[in-house]
Nanobody, 124 residues
Framework: QLQLVESGGGLAQPGESLTLSCTHS?????IGWFRQAPGKEREWVSC????????KYADVVKGRFTIIRDSVKNTVYLTMNSLRPEDTALYYC????????????????????WGQGTQVTVSP
């Protein structure tokens, strides 16, 4: 399994921005971001392919969140703009050793390695 470390969570006011980081070891996997709010099911947020050329977003974050990767630093960033209280959740990044370098998945079952999570709280 790959090791993943998330960082960058914290407290933000509505309308503000936060950037989450997910640093992985070794192999360049596809990376997905998921989140889970208290009392709710885990929700897919975004993903980026191994090449970094393909990205996907959940409709609820499209236009507000941006995912990019820095292959030199082995790090994927999720920049979250125009944050809303409903974005409050524990955010996880996950890695998929998919063969297709242009593919990333939106289902959790396809990701074998997970980080420990970073909390994002959006509140006035």
């Amino acid at each position: 399994q790959l090791q993943l470390v998330e960082s960058g969570g914290g407290l933000a006011q509505p309308g503000e921005s936060l950037t989450l980081s997910c640093t992985h070891s070794g192999f360049m996997p596809a990376i997905g971001w998921f989140r889970q709010a208290p009392g709710k099911e885990r929700e897919w947020v975004s993903c980026i392919s191994r090449s970094g050329m393909s990205t996907k977003y959940a409709d609820v974050v499209k236009g507000r969140f941006t995912i990019i990767r820095d292959s030199v630093k082995n790090t994927v960033y999720l920049t979250m703009n125009s944050l809303r209280p409903e974005d409050t959740a524990l955010y996880y990044c996950a890695a998929d050793r998919v063969a297709n370098i242009e593919y990333c998945a939106h289902t959790a079952v396809e990701y074998a390695s997970w980080g420990q999570g970073t909390q994002v709280t959006v509140s006035p």
